[in-house]
Nanobody, 122 residues
Framework: VQLQASGGGLVQAGGSLRLSCAAS????????MAWFRQAPGKEREFVAT????????YYADSVKGRFTISRVNAKSTGYLQMNSLKPEDTAVYFC????????????????WGQGTQVTVSS
């Protein structure tokens, strides 16, 4: 499975962005998808995950109520809608795919995209 993340950019605090993760390869729609982020000097941090059919989701407490993860299997694409952005959301955001339902650790995900930069100014 190959993953391509896009949609990052510069936004003011309180603004919104939508990230996309285009997947390709065999049975890409059967994988769990997730978003992680990594700020400079910090470890990679779990953001959100969604199961293969788009019904079950799980969020980090820091983004719950502000971010929404979704997927459209017909398009082999996952999304992360980010609202009410804060400066502390600034990071490189990575999409990932794996087979462990609702996992929140990076080691549970076998496939990774290249990352997209999100910068939130105060």
């Amino acid at each position: 499975v190959q993953l391509q993340a896009s949609g990052g950019g510069l936004v003011q605090a309180g603004g919104s962005l939508r990230l996309s993760c285009a997947a390709s390869g065999r049975t890409s729609s059967s994988y769990v998808m997730a978003w992680f982020r990594q700020a400079p000097g910090k470890e990679r941090e779990f953001v959100a995950t969604i199961d293969w059919n788009g019904i079950s989701t799980y969020y980090a407490d820091s983004v719950k109520g502000r971010f929404t993860i979704s997927r459209v299997n017909a398009k082999s694409t996952g999304y992360l809608q980010m609202n009410s952005l804060k400066p502390e959301d600034t990071a490189v955001y990575f999409c990932a795919a794996g087979s462990v339902p609702l996992a929140s650790t990076p080691t549970a995900y076998r496939y990774w995209g290249q990352g997209t930069q999100v910068t939130v100014s105060s």
